[in-house]
Every structure is written in structure tokens, then in C-alpha cells.
């Protein structure tokens, strides 16, 4: 036998639900067989559960709320195999849709997929399978993979133990260092002072008074009613004499500069010089407190031109040149109110002739820039003047 597909129909057979290929074929060949199936039902006698085409056999089964089981098939396939197929997927489907109806079909069609998937081969053949192992395949339940889940859940039961082994562990180490650093503090406290894991010892700056423990200090004996009493002595003042703050070896200390000081002014007496103003003009400058610079002149022309020029080489190690790239900028300062409306002429053919290539000569947004493309001659756009005192970039 070969079965060409499996289905399952709603509607008395109008609605395909799920349908399962076992051989190639197109989309549009299975559309149509399922689309001629309630026709031929509607026309033969429904003692019948097989209908025949010229190319195909029906075999089907009536289910429950109007569902149709459907199997295509051969004309050449043994037809007694094809209804013993038929009456195991009937078995199969309310098995693993849990229901005989529209919408539980629709939720488990790929569990029904599966399940005919066991029953057939994909050529088209049955199986020898019963439903119980259908029912053990679907449930995929292993054995091998039960022992990896239990190996693994017993290696992380391990490593949790030994995760909190050995955090007890690392706890019970702290414990005992800081137990032997309180220890080793109380040893070394000053005698008749009881240090403790609460603290305890003489407070710095205060000593114990020994008067007051008397013989209340011994074994162990009346150390219950006896309470030791701490007292800050009392500072008496010492006289440390005047204090003398070391100085080291300087250059032009105060006796070189009393004897500089008292030849420059015999020397400026015997000239008839005033030494104070010299002396004091000097200390002034030494301080930072003589006058200011002089500003600089203001320009007296009406135009200030500056051409600035700068360089970016890249250099090898050889000291040979890569790259040079040249930036250019020149800019104009209006210093009086006729320096305001300036026209500079340019002869474009030195410029053109010395900068053949890969040069760029762009003007201010505010230039004229048609004049100086046809004419070479540079101007303000709409005859508009300079701002007095403020550089432009043209």
C-alpha cells in the first residue's frame, strides 16, 4: 500500500483541518483533492467508506460533530491493508486530541502530525506499531536521559556541600584569628586593667590608681565589692626656654645686603646721586607693584592688511616630506571711518599660472563674490562697510 496523504476534515468534509503528506506534492494538487472529496461523497452509497477516481482512491471513516478521517491513496493500494490503517488512525486521533471536535483537533494538529508520523513511513508504508507505543514514542520518555538528569542533580547536591563545608570553614578561621587578636590586645594591656571581648584596658591619657586597689588585688579576693578608679594626671608646665627657629645658609642674607646697601650709598654720595628712588623703583619691580606697560600705539592707517600663512607637513623618519598642506587667511581691519569701504584689486593670472592644481580659494559670505570671480576685485556684498576696530576674514 502507498498512502499519499493523511487528513482530518470538518464540515462533513468541507474544511481541511491538518493534513500530513507522506509523498512530494504540490500545494495546489492536495487543495484540489480535498476540495473533491465532498463531492464524491455526495454522490455514491454511504455503505461505502472508499471512493475511487481515476487516479486516486478515498479510503474514509465518519468521526463524531461532523469530522471526517481521510486517506488518499493509490489505485493500486491493497485496500484491506488501507482500512486497517484507517481504523488505527481512528484510534490514534481522539487519543491525542482528547476530543472529538473542531477545536481540539486545531489545538493538537502537530501532535497529530507526530502520531501519523508513526504510523506511516515517509514513502507512504504502515508500520507495525501498536497504540501503546505510539503513546510511548509521543511521550519521548528515555531512560538514558532520566540518568543524566539524576547524575547532574547529584553533582550539584555535591558542590553545594562542599560550597557550604567550605564556607563554615573559612568562617571558623576568622573566628579563631579574631579571637587571637583580642587575646594578643588583652596581654599587652597596661596591669590591673581587664580587657575583654567588650573592651577594656586603660584608656589612653588616664592611669590606674594603684592606692585605691590596696589589697583587693590579690587571688581572686574581694575583687567582687572592690571597683578600680582611673585618674588624668596633672599636667605641670615646663619652661623650655626661648625658642631658636633653625635657618640655613642663604645668599644675600640680611649682613651682605646692610653692606651693599651702605657702599652704593657712599658711592651715590660722592656723585650727588638720589640712591632711594633707584632702590625703591627696584623693590617695587621685585614685588610686582611698578607701573604697567605701555599700550601699544594705535595704528594711524585706515586699513590694517594681515596675510597669515600656516603649515601642516607630514614628515617620515628620514626626514623626508609626505604630505604639506598650506592654509591661508587674509584679513582686514577697519581703523578709521575711510578704512571702512575698502576695494582690494587681485591679479588672478599670477594666481592662476602659480596655482595650477590642488588649490582652493574661497571668500567670506560676506565678499562680493561675483567681483571677485570676474574682476578679481574684493568688496563687502551690497556696498556695506566695516565694522570699525573688528577683523575680517575675507
Not at 452509497?45 to 471512493?51: D, E, I, M, S
Not at 642663604?250 to 650709598?265: I, W, Y
Not at 623693590?283 to 594705535?298: E, I, V
Amino acid at each position: 500500500m502507498v498512502v499519499l496523504s493523511a487528513s482530518i476534515l470538518s464540515q462533513n468534509g468541507t474544511k481541511p483541518i491538518v493534513s500530513r503528506q507522506f509523498i512530494e506534492m504540490p500545494r495546489m494538487r492536495v487543495e484540489g483533492l480535498l476540495a473533491a472529496f465532498p463531492k464524491l461523497i455526495s454522490s455514491i452509497n454511504r455503505q461505502h467508506t472508499f471512493v475511487e477516481t481515476d487516479t486516486v482512491r478515498y479510503v474514509y471513516q465518519p468521526l463524531e460533530n461532523g469530522l471526517y478521517l481521510l486517506l488518499i491513496t493509490t489505485k493500486s493500494s491493497n485496500i484491506v491493508e488501507d482500512l486497517g490503517t484507517l481504523r488505527l488512525l481512528a484510534k490514534v486521533v481522539p487519543d491525542v486530541a482528547t476530543g472529538l471536535n473542531e477545536k481540539s483537533v486545531s489545538e493538537s494538529m502537530f501532535e497529530l502530525i507526530f502520531a501519523f508520523d508513526e504510523v506511516l513511513t515517509p514513502g507512504g508504508y504502515k508500520e507495525d506499531i501498536a497504540l501503546s507505543d505510539i503513546r510511548t514514542n509521543l511521550a519521548m520518555d528515555s531512560h538514558e536521559e532520566k540518568i543524566a538528569i539524576m547524575m547532574e542533580n547529584k553533582k550539584k547536591e555535591e558542590a553545594r556541600k562542599a560550597m557550604e563545608d567550605r564556607a563554615k570553614m573559612i568562617k571558623e578561621r576568622q573566628m579563631e584569628a579574631l579571637k587571637n587578636n583580642i587575646m594578643g590586645q588583652g596581654n599587652t594591656t597596661a596591669p590591673g586593667g581587664m580587657a575583654g571581648i567588650g573592651g577594656g584596658g586603660i584608656t589612653p591619657g588616664y592611669e590606674y590608681n594603684s592606692s585605691a586597689a590596696g589589697i583587693a588585688g590579690g587571688m581572686g579576693g574581694g575583687m567582687s565589692s572592690f571597683t578600680p578608679s582611673y585618674e588624668k594626671p596633672k599636667s605641670t608646665p615646663v619652661d623650655e626656654g626661648p625658642r631658636v627657629i633653625p635657618k640655613g645658609l642663604s645668599l644675600g642674607g640680611v649682613g651682605g645686603t646692610t653692606k651693599k646697601n651702605s657702599l652704593l650709598s657712599a658711592m651715590a654720595k660722592e656723585e650727588n646721586l638720589n640712591l632711594f628712588s633707584a632702590t625703591s623703583s627696584k623693590q617695587a619691580d621685585m614685588l610686582g607693584l611698578s607701573a604697567a606697560a605701555p599700550a601699544p600705539a594705535a595704528p594711524t592707517t585706515p586699513l590694517t592688511i594681515i596675510l597669515e600663512e600656516r603649515y601642516t607637513v607630514t614628515m617620515n623618519r628620514e626626514g623626508g616630506i609626505d604630505q604639506c598642506d598650506l592654509k591661508g587667511k587674509l584679513t582686514l581691519t577697519a581703523n578709521t571711518e575711510v578704512g571702512t569701504m575698502p576695494t582690494i584689486a587681485v591679479n588672478k593670472a599670477i594666481i592662476a599660472a602659480k596655482c595650477a592644481s590642488n588649490w582652493n580659494f574661497a571668500t567670506h559670505p560676506k565678499v562680493d563674490k561675483m567681483g571677485y570671480e570676474r574682476n578679481g576685485i574684493i568688496t563687502l556684498k551690497g556696498g556695506k562697510p566695516l565694522k570699525l576696530s573688528s577683523p575680517v576674514g575675507v
